[in-house]
C-alpha cells in the first residue's frame, strides 16, 4: 500500500509539473502572440493611422512593430494574408471595391454588411471609425474659374482638354478613373503616374503639368493651396469610413479592444488636423499620432 501511495504521489506531482510546464509554454505563446505588426501605405494620412494604432497599444502595454510606406493594396493585402502584417487601417469603400469592383453599395452600413460577405475568410474587419476619408478630385482656382467647374459633372464636360495626375492604381482601379467615366462619362486627355496627396501631384498641380490631381478629402495641405476640390454630385465615391483590419486570429481580444477604442475616438477633423500637422507644420508623424493618444485615450 505504501508503495501504491508513493508511486500516486509522484504520479501526481509529475502531472502538476507537465501542467505547470504547458501554462509556461501557454503564457510565453501569449506574449508572443501580443507583438503585433502594423503596416501602412505610402502616404502621410497612413503612416498617422498607423502610428496611432501602434501608440495606443503601447500604451496598454502591448509590444508593437511598424513597417511604413509599403505602397498600395497590391502589396499590403498579401502581406497581411500570409501573417507578415497583423494590422492595417483601411477604408471601408475602397476596400469593398479592391474585392468586387462592380459594387454599388453606398451608405457605411451597405458598404459594411457586403465587406463582410466579400472579404477572404482569413481577414477581419474591426469596428468602423465615424472618421471618413474620400478619394476627391481638385483643381487649380483658375481652371476652375476657367471652364466655371464645381462638381465631377462639369468636369465631364471639359475632361478631353485636360491631364489628370495621381498614383499608378488610380488608372485601373473601380473608384479611380474607370469610376469617373462609368458614372460621369469623364475621359480625360491623358494620364500622369504620380502619388496621391503627396508632393509629386501637388508641384505636378502648381506648375501647370497636370490640370487635375486625385487628392484624399482630409489631405492637409488642402487649407494653404489655391485648389478647387470637385463636389462628386452623383455619389460616385461610397461610404469611406476608417476601419482597421486585421489577418483573424492574429492578435488578441484585448488587441482587439484597443483598436475599437481608436476607432470610436477618431473622427473626421481628427484626421484633417494630423494630417496638417505633419503636411503643413512638418512634424513627426509619431510625435503627432502620439499625442492624440494622449489627448483622446485615457490609459486604462
Given at each position: 500500500m505504501m508503495m501504491i501511495k508513493n508511486w500516486l504521489s509522484a504520479t501526481g506531482k509529475g502531472f502538476r509539473l507537465s501542467l505547470l510546464a504547458a501554462g509556461m509554454a501557454s503564457a510565453a505563446f501569449t506574449a508572443q502572440a501580443?507583438?503585433?505588426?502594423?503596416?501602412?501605405?505610402?502616404?502621410s494620412e497612413q503612416t498617422i493611422l498607423a502610428n496611432i494604432y501602434a501608440s495606443a497599444l503601447k500604451q496598454q502595454g502591448i509590444e508593437v512593430k511598424t513597417r511604413l510606406n509599403l505602397g498600395n493594396r497590391e502589396i499590403i493585402i498579401p502581406a497581411l494574408k500570409t501573417g507578415e502584417l497583423d494590422v492595417v487601417p483601411e477604408y471601408l469603400g475602397a476596400l469593398l471595391n479592391y474585392y468586387h469592383g462592380g459594387s454599388k453599395a453606398t451608405t457605411e452600413q451597405e458598404v459594411s454588411d457586403e465587406l463582410?460577405?466579400?472579404l477572404p475568410a482569413d481577414l477581419q474587419l474591426l469596428?468602423?471609425?465615424?472618421?471618413?476619408?474620400?478619394?476627391?478630385?481638385?483643381?487649380?482656382?483658375?481652371?476652375?474659374?476657367?471652364?466655371?467647374?464645381?462638381?465631377?459633372?462639369?468636369l465631364a464636360k471639359v475632361a478631353p482638354e485636360l491631364v489628370v495626375g495621381g498614383p499608378p492604381e488610380v488608372a485601373t482601379r473601380a473608384l479611380g478613373l474607370p469610376g469617373l467615366?462609368?458614372?460621369?462619362?469623364?475621359k480625360f486627355k491623358s494620364f500622369k503616374?504620380?502619388?496621391?496627396?503627396?508632393?509629386?501631384?501637388?508641384?505636378?498641380?502648381?506648375?501647370?503639368?497636370?490640370?487635375?490631381a486625385t487628392i484624399i478629402s482630409t489631405q492637409g495641405d488642402l487649407a494653404k493651396e489655391n485648389w478647387?476640390?470637385?463636389?462628386?454630385?452623383?455619389?460616385?465615391?461610397?461610404?469611406?469610413?476608417?476601419?482597421p483590419l486585421i489577418h483573424k486570429g492574429a492578435v488578441s481580444?484585448?488587441?482587439?479592444?484597443?483598436?475599437?477604442?481608436v476607432s470610436a475616438h477618431l473622427t473626421t477633423q481628427d484626421i484633417i488636423q494630423l494630417n496638417k500637422q505633419v503636411d503643413v507644420d512638418h512634424k513627426d508623424p509619431a510625435k503627432v499620432a502620439e499625442q492624440w493618444v494622449k489627448d483622446k485615450l485615457a490609459a486604462k
Open positions: 501580443e507583438t503585433v505588426t502594423i503596416g501602412g501605405a505610402n502616404y463582410k460577405q466579400t469596428n468602423a471609425s465615424p472618421a471618413s476619408s474620400i478619394t476627391a478630385w481638385a483643381v487649380r482656382a483658375e481652371t476652375a474659374k476657367k471652364y466655371n467647374l464645381k462638381t465631377l459633372s462639369d467615366e462609368r458614372v460621369y462619362g469623364i503616374s504620380l502619388d496621391i496627396a503627396g508632393p509629386l501631384s501637388r508641384l505636378a498641380l502648381n506648375s501647370r503639368k497636370i490640370d487635375v478647387v476640390v470637385l463636389e462628386d454630385d452623383k455619389h460616385e465615391q461610397p461610404a469611406q469610413n476608417l476601419v481580444p484585448k488587441v482587439e479592444e484597443v483598436l475599437n477604442n
